[in-house]
């Protein structure tokens, strides 16, 4: 059964910093990963999404990374926002078997 | 539709009752999926439709909880006797084909109150 763990759990920076997420999973034989933005009380709203041919998706001031082998992905965010606060999740593809992480929670500060 | 659409966004029932939670999906997409998803906890999967079908009801923690897709889009989660412990956010999500392969697109989710 795949395991998504992300880390940290929760990040505190101030506005203007580069920020890494980091998302590792146990069975590699993904198809795809998604990483997903949820605000408060709010549903799930996609940020970017990585084949599993594939090492990076950019977009924006996003970017986010993916080491099938090794069992890891990251989203870079550059120059944070306070609009960035949210909490961050990782869901991993496996066949129609989505699983997700428990997320990281990202507060920036003005 | 735009994007996945879920009625109602809140819901407050008594326990014991009998709940519906509605999902329309984007049109056209033929994978409906529903996870859910406890406070502090990322979304839990529950079933998978393609199609009419059911293809994967793993998730659904007991028989009190049954969805339906009779025609291929709608669905409706279906909550039996809830307990208090139903008590959370109900997300679905739609994809153009199986298997997720352009990704999962979610809706708002219904967030149900057992009291």
């Known amino acids: 059964k795949q395991e998504v763990t992300q880390i940290p759990a929760a990040l505190s920076v101030p506005e203007g910093e580069n920020l890494v997420l980091n998302c590792s999973f146990t069975?590699?034989?993904?198809?795809?990963l998604q990483w997903f933005r949820q605000d408060p009380g709010k549903g799930l709203t996609s940020l970017l999404l990585?084949?599993?041919?594939?090492r990076e998706q950019t977009s924006g001031r996003l970017n986010a990374s993916l080491d099938k082998s090794s069992g890891r992905s990251t989203l870079y965010i550059a120059a944070s926002q306070p609009g960035d606060s949210a909490t961050y999740l990782c869901?991993?593809?496996?066949?129609?078997?989505?699983?997700f992480g428990a997320g990281t929670r990202l507060t920036v500060k003005p | 539709g735009a994007g996945v659409s879920q009625t109602p966004s809140n819901k407050v029932t008594e326990k014991g009752k009998y709940v519906e939670l509605r999902c329309d999906p984007i049109?056209?997409?033929?994978?409906l999926y529903w996870y859910r998803q406890s406070l502090g906890q990322g979304p839990e999967f529950l079933i998978y439709?393609?199609?009419?079908?059911?293809?994967?009801d793993s998730g659904l923690p007991n028989d009190r909880f049954f969805a339906v897709r009779p025609e291929g889009s709608v669905s409706t989660l279906k909550i039996q006797r809830t307990e208090r412990g139903d008590s959370a956010v109900y997300l679905c999500?739609?994809?153009?084909?199986?298997?997720?392969?352009?990704?999962?697109?979610f809706g708002s989710g219904t967030r149900l109150t057992v009291v």
């Open positions: 999500a739609s994809s153009l084909t199986g298997f997720g392969a352009y990704g999962y697109t």
């Open positions: 990585i084949q599993s041919s594939q």
């Open positions: 049109s056209g997409h033929t994978a």
């Open positions: 069975d590699s034989a993904i198809y795809n």
């Open positions: 869901a991993v593809n496996n066949n129609n078997d989505m699983r």
């Open positions: 439709f393609q199609g009419t079908g059911a293809a994967d």
